[in-house]
Every structure is written in structure tokens, then in C-alpha cells.
């Protein structure tokens, strides 16, 4: 319980910052008499992560491969384009692969939190950082084991290029999913354990579309 109550105070938290930052950047653009607008971003990703699958004792943690393309958006407002914040969303089909009975399979995989980030419009240079509140991995089935990942916390900084409406970006992302449900095993059906836990770090390549309304 005591648990459940930090990851909600860690979320709260979170969106309040992402709330000051928006502030923040509302008032200096007031004060500044800068642009301020709206700004979407939708992407086109192509992801390579290694996971871990942490086990309690006495089993093993095992390894394993996800990496496919998806899609992402970005939604929020912007201070005469040097400065946006914003939610970030991102929705990828991958192929997800467990060193644990040689699970191989399709998958789709979702998050989403705040992001905000800083831009050049002089060189086109981008920075910026997203924390993530919550996401899911769910393969498909593998041989008789269906099991899903849910409640991904971390964070995913990234860099790119922009040149008109266009840019090319790197981003690293580390994730952790704190529960695992075993959806099913041969003919039966599973249930939740807090106690196996993924961990997910990748490299994500993109090309989005950055739109200043």
C-alpha cells in the first residue's frame, strides 16, 4: 500500500512540474511579449531495446530483444519556438523476445508523459527530456505462455535536427514496468505478480514533423 501511494505522489508530482514548467514559460513569455502558441509533433520511431526480466529468488532473471517501428505525437504549447512543453505519446508494434522459454513473439507497446525541451531555430539544434508515466508491453502469445507488462515508469531524453518542418532525432529511454500479468499458460489462466518486473533500455530513431499553430 505504502508502495502505491509513492508511485501516486511521484506521479502528482511530476504533473505539477510539467504544470510550473508550462508556467514558467507562459509568464517569461508574457514578460518577454514573446510568441506563444500551440505546437504538435507527430514522429515516425524505429526502436532497439534490451530487456531484463528480474525474477525473485530462487529463479533467474533472463534477457531478452524489442525492437520494431511505431508512431508518436507530441501535443502542447511553445514560446516563440525556443522553448515547448507539452505530453508526449508513443505507439509501437515490436517484436519482443525472452531468453525464458525462447519466448518470440509480435507485441504492441504504449506510453505517455510530459515532455519539455529547448530549440535553436537559428542551427536547428533540439534537446529535451520526457518522463514517463505509464505504458504497457503486451506480446502475443508464445507457445503456451500470454503474459503482459504494465505500469512503465522512467524517462527518455533525446536530440535532433530540425530543418523547416522536418526533424531527425536520437532519443535514449529507460523504462521500468512494475507489474507482470501471466494472461495465460497452456490451458489455464494466470494472474498479476508485482514480485516480476521488466526492465527496458533503448535507442529510438525518429523522424517527426514538428508544427508550430
Aim: charged share 15%; proline share 4%; aromatic share 10%.
Amino acid at each position: 500500500m505504502k508502495q502505491q501511494l509513492a508511485k501516486i505522489q511521484l506521479r502528482l508530482s511530476i504533473v505539477a512540474a510539467s504544470l510550473l514548467a508550462l508556467g514558467l514559460a507562459l509568464s517569461f513569455a508574457e514578460s518577454a511579449k514573446a510568441d506563444v502558441g500551440l505546437f504538435v509533433e507527430p514522429s515516425l520511431t524505429y526502436e532497439l531495446g534490451d530487456t531484463k526480466i528480474n525474477y525473485p529468488a530462487p529463479f533467474s532473471d533472463s534477457t531478452g530483444k524489442l525492437q520494431g517501428f511505431g508512431i508518436g505525437a507530441r501535443l502542447g504549447m511553445h514560446v516563440s519556438e525556443a522553448i515547448f512543453v507539452g505530453l508526449d505519446g508513443r505507439y509501437s508494434m515490436p517484436k519482443f523476445t525472452d531468453s525464458s522459454v525462447n519466448y518470440d513473439a509480435a507485441a504492441t507497446a504504449m506510453n505517455y508523459g510530459p515532455v519539455v525541451g529547448i530549440q535553436m531555430p537559428d542551427i536547428g539544434l533540439r534537446l529535451w527530456g520526457a518522463y514517463v508515466l505509464g505504458g504497457d508491453v503486451n506480446p502475443d502469445a508464445s507457445g503456451n505462455l500470454d503474459v503482459k507488462m504494465t505500469g512503465a515508469q522512467g524517462y527518455r531524453l533525446g536530440a535532433g535536427f530540425r530543418v523547416a518542418a522536418l526533424s531527425l532525432n536520437l532519443e535514449y529511454q529507460d523504462l521500468r514496468y512494475d507489474s507482470t500479468t501471466l494472461e495465460q499458460i497452456g490451458p489455464f489462466t494466470g494472474g498479476s505478480f508485482d514480485s516480476v518486473k521488466l526492465n527496458q533500455k533503448s535507442w529510438i530513431a525518429s523522424v517527426s514533423f514538428p508544427l508550430e499553430l
